[in-house]
């Protein structure tokens, strides 16, 4: 369905054959820092280096279906994708469990709307057409989106409005450790400061070379093109210099030369295309603010993760089952409703209309139970089971018990079906081992049938 990515591949690492068994996380990525030194790849690292999980990473390009179906137990985390087969997001979707850490814009086949422009000579088509509907799609299916600014999630949610029904969380760029040690110690070695102004001398597009030089040119500002230095004499370079013009032609979601450079006492002119300038933490003048929050990003998108994680480890389960006279049938319709309740986080009972006191100790039940904190949640929808299409009804009653039901997963169960006390703990750990695609599991059941000790087994659905 869809080719190659418009973006050069970045990356020759060894192609990884499978999930390592003592893997928590999988990162996928186009590419990691010891591979490309770029903003999102030093971002990366940080998250990984601060993973409470053991992570592997693999590359984008590497990902396929045979990898994807060893790691299918595993969280997986999607950083920059441009190299990676679009065609495997419905299987991605459909059978992994996965947060998107989104680093620019992947809806658009040039990752920036204005370089679109600048390439076709035409506006952004592409959240209308098939690549970017793909893209969004990919986007919903995941458990959190992380940002890198307020402006550039509110974009994203004004072309794909169903987006904001996703856990949404800003975390910025992220921010080592040893960086930080790093602007200490050069600020504690007291550098002199020139008159001179950097200017990012990348080929870049979105650097916005020649921008920067004519504007410092025409505002008579004294700057210097710094290129093809080491991440730390970049730092000590900023430390020396007044200030930072950074104009770039398109949105950068959040720069990291820039808060480098407002972090080493520069004065940072800059444009509107620097998209986190105006959030609080940064639109300061206090720096200890700007790196408490830096410092806490990191620790934002973990929280996040943890929370999935435990949620696919330990989903919620809502039992549900109908009655109907039951006393009459001589049905064990109380132990099946206890019984449930052992491994249920929810309980829903729908009585069609019961007239032999099946109705008042459904309640009973209830009120002896509720002061325990119980969830029973009874119900009562009568029908006319004199009608001669009395059949239906029962799947209508299930319907209407399962309408009411918030949990991860149903349990269905009849109302002389019990399920064994030491079945309890099993059910809760397979409901946290079941596959992402699954909708539908029928598990065995012994059927009592007849005189006493009279069973079967060869009915179950298996």
């Known amino acids: 369905m869809f080719g190659n990515s418009v973006f050069e591949n970045t990356t020759n690492s060894k192609k990884i054959d499978r999930i390592p068994d003592d893997a928590d996380i999988v990162f996928v990525a186009d590419a990691f820092s010891d591979q490309y030194t770029g903003g999102a790849e030093l971002t990366t690292d940080t998250i990984i280096d601060k993973s409470p999980y053991n992570v592997v990473k693999i590359n984008s390009k590497d990902l396929d279906a045979s990898i994807m179906s060893t790691g299918t137990r595993k969280y997986w985390i999607f950083g920059n994708f441009s190299s990676m087969d679009l065609n495997l997001i419905p299987a991605i979707v459909a059978n992994l469990n996965y947060s998107i850490i989104e680093y620019d814009y992947k809806f658009c086949k040039f990752r920036s709307q204005e370089k679109h422009r600048a390439v076709e000579g035409k506006d952004c088509d592409c959240a209308e057409d098939a690549y970017g509907q793909y893209i969004s799609a990919f986007f919903y299916g995941a458990d959190n989106i992380f940002w890198m600014s307020e402006n550039q999630k509110n974009i994203y949610h004004n072309l794909f409005p169903f987006l904001k029904n996703r856990n949404n969380n800003v975390i910025s760029s992220c921010f080592s450790d040893g960086f930080f040690k790093k602007i200490n110690d050069i600020k504690a070695s007291g550098t002199s400061r020139n008159e001179k102004y950097i200017i990012i001398g990348s080929t870049s597009w979105i650097k916005g070379l020649n921008t920067c030089k004519e504007y410092c040119e025409k505002n008579n500002l004294e700057y210097e093109i710094v290129a093809n230095l080491s991440y730390e004499n970049m730092l000590e370079k900023f430390s020396s210099s007044r200030g930072l013009v950074f104009l770039p032609p398109g949105k950068d979601t959040c720069p990291r030369v820039v808060i480098e450079a407002k972090l080493l006492g520069c ?71 206890l019984s449930m309740m052992g491994f249920c986080d929810q309980v829903v009972v729908v009585d069609g209309g019961s007239k032999d006191g099946t109705w008042e100790a459904l309640n009973k039940l209830k009120t002896s139970l509720d002061d325990d904190g119980s969830n029973l949640l009874l ?84």
Not at 282 to 289: M, Q, R, S, Y
Not at 300 to 309: A, E, F, Q, V, Y
């Open 379 to 462: 119900e009562k929808r009568e029908r006319n089971w004199d009608h001669k299409r009395f059949a239906v009804f029962d799947g209508l009653q299930k319907a209407y018990a399962r309408s009411f039901c918030t949990g991860d997963f149903c349990w269905q169960m009849d109302s002389d079906e019990i399920v064994h006390e030491h079945d309890y703990g099993k059910i809760k750990s397979l409901a946290g081992e079941l596959p992402k695609s699954l909708n539908l599991l029928c598990l065995p059941v012994i059927e009592y049938w007849g005189k006493s000790g009279k069973v079967r087994v060869d009915v179950n659905p298996w």
């Open 267 to 337: 004065k940072v002119i800059m444009n509107e295309n620097i998209q986190h300038k105006d959030e609080d933490w940064f639109n300061t003048d206090n720096i200890e603010t700007i790196t408490d929050y830096l410092k806490n990003s990191p620790g934002r998108l973990w929280k996040d993760i943890n929370i999935s994680i435990s949620n696919i480890k330990n989903p919620t389960i809502s039992g549900y089952t109908t009655t109907l006279n039951c006393i009459d049938q001589d049905y064990p319709f109380m132990e099946s409703i």
